[in-house]
């Protein structure tokens, strides 16, 4: 018989080596670095005989969503050991912690799944979308001639904390999926071993000044003859063509690799041969509708409008309702209602279109929600546009 209960802080280096074990991974941290910002109270295992085999953990953090910032719960770490799996054991442990967040107030979560096929039987939407770019040293041109007030000059790890956070801030407000990354993280990434290691694939910093003022920054590390742009952030156009022109021009570097860019991110369109740049596009956070009343409230809205919204979620019954939705770009009511549904839809759908990654009418197209009253589905477009699409540029 399985057990299912909140970790103790005795089990702790256990529950982690678990976790790691499930994913055929080793731990690349010692666990005690990761005790501090592990509330135990939020923590789920699942005991064979005494033996740790799943387990899943969630954190209070800040999103992003559009208009507005909110408390949410992030989960992480969700695992099962092989030993463990087709058994039911993470339907229960998903069950079991969508109830508890429910229970603690948050109406929203939010994860990075490993398989896209897992999350959606819990109510998970796609809540965000970035692509992955790779471009020919050849072909990277811009279709503008390109000047520079500027400089780029390279940032010591061990200063990342002084101004590289503000100019993430900066560079995502208003961008809904974004989670800010805690100071203690940028520490953590300022004193990572890699830093003092030689050789080569290391990472390294690079910010653009004007005017003694940082305006944007990237990392990248160099594999081969092939720069990977882990990230950059710029608050202006002309850091941001600054920085792309620096990552380009590498001595010694053919290729361009960007990891994770926003899909209405303007390089493309600065490029004099766009075609040459190699795009694809993946599923970035996932979301769930813990309360869906709750969560709408939260949320503004492009247009003012009424919508009557019948949602189907098997997993909470208080979201297995009719709601009227009333918002715009001041507030938003949402509560029960016995009124005629405007749009049939399950929660994991309503979630994407909630977080701007989708269109109602797409979804509808792709057989997922039903249009009772004409001409609803282009008023919940309009009602639910986003300035800029969803973007998740880092994990929690």
Request: charged share 25%; glycine share 8%; aromatic share 10%.
């Amino acid at each position: 018989m399985l057990e299912m209960r909140t970790v103790t802080a005795d089990e702790f280096v256990a529950w982690t080596r678990a976790e790691a074990r499930a994913h055929g991974n080793r731990l690349a941290d010692d666990p005690e670095v990761l005790r501090p910002h592990f509330d135990l109270g939020r923590s789920i295992g699942v005991f064979d005989q005494g033996n740790i085999v799943g387990g899943a953990h969630s954190h209070r953090l800040e999103m992003s969503i559009p208009g507005a910032s909110i408390t949410m719960a992030g989960v992480a770490n969700i695992a099962v050991q092989p030993t463990h799996t087709r058994q039911g054991v993470m339907t229960r442990m998903m069950n079991h912690q969508i109830h508890d967040i429910y229970e603690r107030g948050e109406p929203l979560a939010a994860l990075f799944a490993s398989e896209s096929i897992i999350y959606g039987r819990f109510g998970y939407g796609v809540g965000s979308l970035y692509e992955r770019w790779t471009i020919d040293r050849h072909h990277n041109a811009y279709v503008r001639p390109y000047e520079s007030h500027g400089r780029v000059a390279f940032v010591d790890p061990l200063d990342i904390t002084k101004d590289l956070p503000e100019v993430f801030r900066r560079t995502t407000t208003d961008r809904p999926g974004v989670f800010q990354r805690p100071i203690h993280q940028w520490e953590h990434d300022a004193h990572a071993p890699e830093h003092s290691q030689g050789g080569p694939g290391g990472l390294f910093y690079v910010a653009y000044e004007d005017g003694g003022r940082v305006d944007g920054y990237a990392t990248y590390r160099i594999t081969g003859t092939t720069l990977g742009v882990n990230e950059l952030m710029a608050t202006t156009e002309e850091a941001n063509a600054a920085l792309w022109r620096f990552c380009f021009d590498v001595d010694r570097v053919s290729t361009t690799e960007a990891l994770k860019r926003p899909v209405d991110d303007p390089l493309p369109w600065m490029l004099a041969d766009p075609r040459r740049l190699q795009r694809s596009t993946r599923d970035g956070v996932w979301v769930r509708l813990i309360d869906v009343a709750a969560s709408l409230k939260l949320r503004r809205y492009m247009q003012a409008d009424r919508l009557v919204l019948e949602v189907k979620d098997g997993m909470c019954p208080w979201n297995e309702a009719k709601f009227g939705l009333e918002g715009s770009t001041e507030g938003a009511e949402c509560r029960p209602t016995e009124s005629s549904p405007d749009l049939v839809l399950g929660v994991s759908d309503l979630a994407s279109a909630y977080m701007g990654a989708v269109s109602f009418s797409t979804l509808s197209r792709a057989g997922k929600i039903e249009e009772r009253t004409p001409g609803a589905l282009l008023r919940a477009d309009c009602m639910f546009a986003v300035q800029y699409p969803p973007w998740t540029p880092c994990n929690f």
